[in-house]
């Protein structure tokens, strides 16, 4: 499954291995984008439990069965 979370602040790229390996990619708009494919829901649960320990704010959650092409999003 392909995630796409989006969250307030801005995250430096060194976070990465904490989120699982999810591509992480800084917006204009203040918001950072942690997108890629998680193996199962367990692994969702790590990394949301990750921004809760960090007290990010979790802005949306997205889901799809794969990239989504044009999404602008590369890592």
Partial sequence: MFYTIRIQGHLDSSWQDR???????????????????LPDQAALHGVLLQIVRLGLTLLSLETSESEQTGSGVYC
């Fill in 19 to 37: 989120f699982g390996g999810l591509c992480i990619t800084q917006q204009e708009t203040g918001t950072t984008l942690l997108s890629g494919t």
